[in-house]
């Protein structure tokens, strides 16, 4: 079992950044790819980065591409750095784990999820 917790959420302007952070515990050993996700209301969970288990490759969302940066250090903490912020941004950011050393696209490649962390961007 692993265990997710975010943290880094906030309020912030149009054009600002923000970095969100998700600590893993618990059976962390082996390869875990990590993956965020981000729900606004009234709307479905959609993809938004993911890295693989050594970190060597990464992917995003088109809507993100060149402003979002995932990263992770080592196995047990992931990073979504954030810049340049549109309040169509806004939404709860998830962070996921999937038993595997590559990523999926899709909320049900993964098996974890943290609880979450809201963002507000205001215009």
């Known amino acids: 079992q692993v265990q997710l917790v975010e943290s880094g959420g906030g309020l912030v302007q149009a054009g600002g950044s923000l970095r969100l952070s998700c600590a893993a515990s618990?059976?962390?050993?082996?390869?875990?790819?990590m993956g965020w996700f981000r729900q606004a209301p009234a709307k479905e969970r959609e993809f938004v980065a993911a890295?693989?288990?050594?970190?060597?490759?990464t992917y995003y969302a088109d809507s993100v591409k060149g402003r979002f940066t995932i990263s992770r250090d080592g196995a047990k903490t992931a990073y979504l750095q954030m810049n340049s912020l549109k309040p169509e941004d806004t939404a709860v950011y998830y962070c996921?784990?999937?038993?595997?050393?590559?990523?999926?696209?899709?909320?049900?490649?993964?098996?974890?999820w943290g609880q979450g962390t809201q963002v507000t961007v205001s215009s």
């Open positions: 618990g059976r962390t050993f082996g390869a875990y790819a």
């Open positions: 890295i693989t288990w050594s970190g060597g490759t």
């Open positions: 996921a784990a999937r038993g595997s050393m590559w990523p999926g696209h899709e909320p049900s490649d993964y098996d974890y």
